[in-house]
């Protein structure tokens, strides 16, 4: 299999370092697993998670003019597939005339309190007429 971004292939670990892991793909070739690639958590140090001579599955992130592969250890594992929102028979959208009905409820709530908030300031100061 030949070595295109987006593969997946199996290699083995032949170096790591502070920053990531070295892997050894088919075709005599490698790449660096970047260290923020080799676990779904946050990972401190590579040695707690890989060793030399590990075999592990990799995807080919990018592939550089230079030669140079990134690969991930995290993106090869198959993910669980998220479920598409699909509308459902069982719910059901709420009608324009409840969505009324809220609005219209709200508006009195909101003009009973603004109400009650108008009396007890008055009250405070002493009446419509008192000095400012």
Do not use: C
Request: net charge positive; aromatic share 4%.
């Amino acid at each position: 299999m030949s070595i295109e971004v987006g593969n997946k292939l199996k290699g083995k670990v032949t170096g790591i370092k502070k920053f990531g892991a070295f892997v050894e793909l088919p075709e005599g070739k490698s790449g660096l697993v970047h260290i923020s690639e080799v676990a779904d958590n946050y990972v401190e140090n590579v040695e707690d998670h890989l060793s030399v001579g590990d075999v592990v599955e990799v995807k080919v992130l990018t592939i550089a003019d230079d030669g140079k592969i990134s690969l991930s250890i995290k993106k090869a594992k198959d993910q669980p597939r998220k479920p598409q929102n699909k509308p459902s028979h069982k719910q059901a959208q709420p009608k324009p005339e409840d969505f009324e009905k809220k609005l219209n409820n709200f508006l009195k709530d909101s003009e009973d309190k603004l109400t009650s908030i108008k009396r007890q300031t008055e009250s405070r100061r002493g009446g419509r007429g008192a000095r400012r």
